[in-house]
């Protein structure tokens, strides 16, 4: 005896792979948030270090200003312009090393926004790669629909014939 196709239900067969894309876009998704929120961060840091340095500068900028009037009014001894040098030494020391905590900022905000690129990219084909599965699935479901609906018919007719033999045979 051969069982209705409506009788018996067909799984998917590709449903193991449905939801393996659905797990790497949800992977993915999350990825994504974590970079975003890396390079939020990075952004954050740059910004801070770049703020100290320009602080930094414009109080240097102050101070050598003033220095500088003191000298002209012949304020400062022998000993304050061999302090002044040795300060100026120093500035000059912790300006480079402003110059270069912004840099290694700059660098790690981009390459955090890079990675962000990447795992948008990423997510995008993991979205596309679950939406071709989807596609297919719904083919195939409207397939199955179909064969229903045909295998039904088919049904109906063959009532219909046995019917109508058992009135005209009777």
Do not use: C
């Not at 961060?41 to 770049?50: I, M, P, T």
């Not at 500068?57 to 200003?65: G, I, N, S, V």
């Not at 022998?78 to 030494?89: C, E, M």
């Amino acid at each position: 005896m051969r069982y209705h196709q409506s009788v018996v239900t067909r799984k998917y067969p590709l449903d193991p792979l449905k939801r393996v894309r659905a797990e790497k876009v949800d992977r993915k998704g999350r990825a994504l948030s974590q970079a975003v929120v890396k390079t939020e961060r990075a952004l954050g840091e740059l910004e801070q270090r770049e703020r100290a340095k320009r602080k930094f500068e414009e109080e240097l900028t102050t101070t050598e200003r003033a220095e500088r009037d003191r000298l002209e009014k012949g304020e400062l001894t022998a000993a304050d312009l061999a302090r002044g040098a040795a300060w100026g030494i120093a500035a000059d020391i912790e300006k480079k090393g402003y110059e270069r905590a912004t840099q290694e900022a700059r660098a790690s905000y981009t390459h955090a926004r890079a990675e962000a690129d990447n795992e948008r990219t990423g997510l995008s084909m993991a979205r596309a790669e679950a939406k071709v599965v989807e596609k297919h699935h719904e083919a195939w479901q409207n397939a199955r629909r179909a064969d229903v609906i045909a295998d039904d018919e088919e049904s109906a007719e063959e009532a219909h014939l046995a019917a109508s033999k058992s009135r005209g045979g009777s």
